[in-house]
């Protein structure tokens, strides 16, 4: 894939546009994403540390939840979904 | 299980230039990163999304070669990309976790001598709200604003420390509107310590430091010193801001509170190391009251109390990525020595220009962090709904009746109350906790760090139980 290659993800069933090159959560915040999570009780998470700390811009990526989309890159087509931790069984 | 002369374990500055030095020597390598290219926070950018201006080509200068050197040394060393290390076990055995999507990308590697380079992260104070989607660390605004993406109308830089100027010289490059610049530290102490940097900086970081003074004065940016972030309201995300004006002691006067529209905040206190791979390894580490920091206690040559773990870059001392190159450097010399790779009396006259280097570098350490760290009074700003571990949503409340029920330390609050237990393994509540149980009980003890607990990354059950 060519440097600034542009692609289609998809949030949360929305058309989401990336770059080659850009992890999920940069193509989520160009986008103007800011709630990537749930907790348990219900509180909206975002980006926060952007280096892999913090672990609050997990989501649930191709079916694989608590992935890092701030560490992990965005691919043509990958599907990303909001992690409501309020639902979640196990991990979270 | 692939073996290796050495594993360095993080490819910023400190760990490439440690991989190109013992590659050169003939060692075996490997080195790992969590990231899926090499270059650290600050040179993984270096190639594309830089601008023309002075700072920005400083940084191309030194890191484009570095990565260059890294790709033609590529035979000799191999790269692990993505790659998480969750154990080290005496020997050494690295652990590593590769993510992606698919299953069974476990590997462990074995080396003989180990460099850890994993870098600093953000200093923080908690305060309430900070929680909220659209406040982000400066590091982390700070990455995204190198790659032009700006995700807010208008952005509030606030804590303290040099990498504030970097953010918002990055912001303004970008096109960004900055609502104001927060800083805890008075005027006057700005101004001293300012002067102990400039004393001690090269001539290069010199000129980076007025150019980011000059972007900023010629946009007319709003600058509050002596102040603190109080409060960030919003619902779902951040809508406004509160700030309160600070003593010198970073207490904060009630009733000066003022509001400030912003719909993204940058927050954060300068940088610490990153010692959970030291402390895993059982490597001495020492709190240093000069710095505000935990640090490992190293040898001149960078090795730690563990015989063969050594130490590279900014998780020794937060100084920045020049010097984090020399101490890779030195780093992998010593280790090659060891190996047989060089004989002492060669090595010794390449450590000796390496050391004076760095002598300088230390001085930078500290005046970087006197104008980073926040004055001791500044915890006051946690009221009770403060969530102090954001993982686990533990309030300041939770903790006060935690130690109204008797919990004397940072261990016990963490048994009571699940602080420090969360995904992010206490790195961030870990750095506050002391200093609460001391100002909620008026009895300072002696400082104390979670227990590292293996996997210190979290991976999944399976990657467990294939090891």
Known sequence: MEQNDIFEIEVDGRKVKAKSGQSIAEAMLASGFRVFRKTRNDAPRGFYCGMGVCYECRMIVNGLPNVRTCMTLATPGCKVTTQNETTMKVGG | MKEFDLAIIGAGPAGISAAIEAAGMGASVALIDENSIPGGKVFSHTHDHLQDTLPDKIEKRIGSPLLQRLESASSRISLFLESEVWNILDGWIVAVHRKGMSGEQVKSITARKLIISIGAFERIVPFPGWTLPGVFSVGGLNTLAKKGIIPGERILIAGSGPLQLVLAHHLINAGARIAGIVNAVSPRDVLARSAQLLLNVNGSVLKSGFSYLFSIRKQGIPTFFSHALSRVHGTTQVEKAEIVRVDRTGRPIRGTEKEIMADCIAYGYGLIPCCEITRLCGCDHIFDDQLGYWRPQLSEKMETSKPGVFVAGDCRLVKGYPAAIEEGKIAAIEACVQLGYTNRQTAESVLKASWSRLKRFKKFARAMELLSR??????????????????????????????????????????????????????????????????????????????????????????LSQE
């Not at chain 2, 237990?421 to 009980?441: A, D, P, S, Y």
């Open chain 2, 374 to 463: 926040p004055g001791p009074d500044l915890l006051d700003i946690i009221s009770d709904d403060t969530e102090v571990c954001r993982c686990e949503e533990v309030t300041m409340k939770d903790i006060r009746s935690a130690v109204a029920q008797g919990a004397g330390d940072a261990n016990d609050i963490k048994k009571r109350t699940r602080l420090g237990m969360g995904h992010c393994q206490g790195r961030f509540c870990g750095q506050v906790i002391n200093e609460l149980i001391w100002k909620l009980t008026g009895v300072p003890k002696e400082r104390e760090v979670f227990t590292p607990r293996v996997p210190i990354k979290p991976v999944p059950f399976g990657v």
